[in-house]
């Protein structure tokens, strides 16, 4: 069994009077140790089934189970970084960073909590910045809080949550290699999930990516795995012809679910798959 | 540099025209005392703020001080009910649809029923004079703080939820530092009403203070009097406002 399953999942959402199906028979696999990356456009439910998986969200049918567990309520071994940041702004970066040490191993003394909280911080570089509040921090700085916190409590399961879509293009390149360092360096290699709208940012950090239908009723497409080397490059990405290809396999994948979402609302006008496939390119 | 005189010249044309309008009044208002007359009869009071003389007959600040150490205890009685009980409403849909109603037909009682309600149960003016204080200005700290429990942002929920925080740390690292500004707020409010209240439940149990004094000396026809504590009243209110401002401007600025 994998250490993520998810089975069937269905989600609607009543407002104003009309019932949304948001997501409809959704089925995931992670095994464990795997970098999963779910990549979709904005509006296809993406979030929602990331609250699913936290357990921030109940399903209305279907199972999300995790080393074998059905899930209820959040895991007390998994760790979420949010699109918004979450950061608690009455605490300093070490407060925000200790809370959830504290939360996660309350046995430990306090001393030996701070020392775990600072460690993290100065991995994602905020050695100088320990003492300031989130108000104090720009994007970037606010979201290598959110992963060093995210990272401080030893997590075995990783939910990033379009962690880098609110940032700029430098910063989130960035931010991308602080992940990168992060996940190479937690000895045990921690499971992820990441949902992004980014492509490349898929490539660069995942094993597998998961290309999700166009909403509503969202369901997930075939796994396309991803086997590249590591360390992987930006630069390694745009060229390597495996890269490409699996570049241009997602791409089709999407485009493929856009033609089908089309033949179901019986549009005649047939649109080039290539030009689709652009059209979509852009869209992420 | 002619802004800053400019700022400092306009209050001080509000204060004129206010002293204009009170002389004028004066003049054709037989009984009432004209600005001049206040302070020559007030001026022994102000100039020797401490002064005790005998039970009412006390210096200005002496009296405002009785009158706030009364406010200072009626206003803590309040708000330690209000606000854990703007708490437990905020946090609990069954509570608040319990209560909204009780709340709702208690919070625009006038002081002045409350009083003789207090005198009622407690057969003494100090504790009766408390009870109304309390009664009278808990709502502002109550409503707000069930707002400021109500608005606090999802994403923060979340956190506590995702942190797996218990439920001590989710209320005293989450729930209380975010709705810290709206329960200020509400304490804000709720001095300013304990500060009005104070007078009327001085006037009517004649006890010492503000309130009491202005009482007397409309009773002994010293309407001079009665002037200067109105204008005592207000300027306390004031400072008492202004501080209570600059805590939760702090508190807001986090």
Redesign the interface.
């Known amino acids: 069994m994998a250490f993520v399953e998810v089975r069937n999942v269905s989600k609607s959402f009543a407002s104003a009077g009309k019932v949304r199906e948001v997501l409809s028979g959704v089925h995931l696999t992670v095994e464990e140790g795997e970098f999963v990356s779910i990549v979709g456009s904005t509006g296809s439910g993406k979030s929602t089934l990331m609250a699913i998986l936290?357990?921030?969200q109940i399903p209305d049918s279907g199972t999300v189970t995790v080393g074998g567990k059905t899930v209820r309520?959040?895991h007390?071994d998994?760790?979420?970084v949010?699109q918004?940041y979450?950061?608690?702004?009455?605490?300093s970066a070490l407060e925000n960073v200790r809370?959830?040490i504290?939360?996660?191993f309350p046995d430990w003394p306090r001393t030996r909590q701070v020392d775990q909280a600072k460690r993290y911080l100065e991995t994602v570089g905020l050695g100088k910045a320990l003492q300031k509040?989130p108000?104090q921090l720009s994007g970037g700085m606010r979201q290598r809080v959110a992963i060093a916190r995210a990272f401080a409590?030893e997590p075995r399961l990783l939910f990033l949550d379009e962690p880098f879509s609110a940032l700029d293009a430098l910063t989130r390149s960035n931010l991308q290699q602080v992940l990168v360092k992060m996940c190479s360096e937690s000895g045990k290699s921690a499971t992820a999930v990441m949902i992004t709208n980014n492509l490349d940012e898929a490539l660069l950090l995942s094993d597998q990516i998961v290309p999700m239908t166009k909403g509503p009723r969202s369901k997930l497409g075939t796994p396309i795995p991803v086997k590249l080397p590591r360390p992987r490059t930006d630069a390694q990405l745009l060229h390597d012809p495996l890269a490409v290809r699996i570049r241009a396999q997602v791409v089709e994948r999407l485009a493929e679910f856009v033609h089908e979402g089309q033949r179901e609302a019986r549009k005649s006008v047939e649109v080039p798959k290539v030009a689709q496939s652009k059209a979509i390119e852009e869209q992420l | 540099m002619g802004d800053r005189i400019v700022r400092f010249l306009l209050p001080v044309v509000g204060v004129a025209f206010l002293l204009f309008i009170w002389a004028a009044l004066s003049a054709n208002v037989p009984d009432l005392p004209s600005p001049m007359k206040t302070w020559e009869e007030s001026k022994v009071y102000i100039l020797q703020p401490l002064e005790k003389r005998g039970e009412m007959d006390q210096g200005i600040v002496r009296l405002a001080a009785y009158s706030l150490f009364r406010v200072a205890k009626g206003f803590l009685l309040g708000i330690a009910i209000a606000t854990p009980l703007g708490f437990v409403l905020g946090l609990s849909k069954v509570f608040n649809r319990m209560f909204d109603p009780v709340i709702q037909v208690l919070r625009p009682i006038s002081p002045l029923a409350w009083l003789p309600l207090g005198l009622i149960i407690f057969q003494k003016s100090e504790p009766a004079a408390l009870f109304t204080i309390a009664l009278c200005s808990m709502w502002p700290t109550v409503l707000n703080t069930i707002a400021g429990v109500r608005t606090i942002p999802q994403e923060y929920r979340n956190v506590a939820k995702v942190l797996r925080l218990s439920r001590v740390q989710t209320f005293t690292k989450v729930l209380l530092p975010a709705t810290l500004p709206h329960v200020f707020t509400g304490y804000r409010l709720s001095l300013g009403i304990a500060w009005l209240v104070i007078v009327a439940s001085e006037m009517l149990t004649g006890t010492p203070g503000v309130g009491g004094f202005l009482w007397q000396e409309y009773n002994s026809l010293i309407y001079a009097h009665i002037l200067l504590c109105i204008l005592t009243i207000g300027v306390v209110g004031f400072l008492l406002d202004r501080m209570m401002g600059f805590v939760e401007m702090r508190l807001r600025s986090i």
């Not at chain 1, 979450?86 to 605490?91: V, Y």
Request: aromatic share 12%.
């Open positions: 936290a357990g921030l309520g959040i007390p998994a760790a979420v949010f918004n979450s950061l608690l702004p009455w605490f809370l959830a504290q939360a996660a509040r108000g409590t």
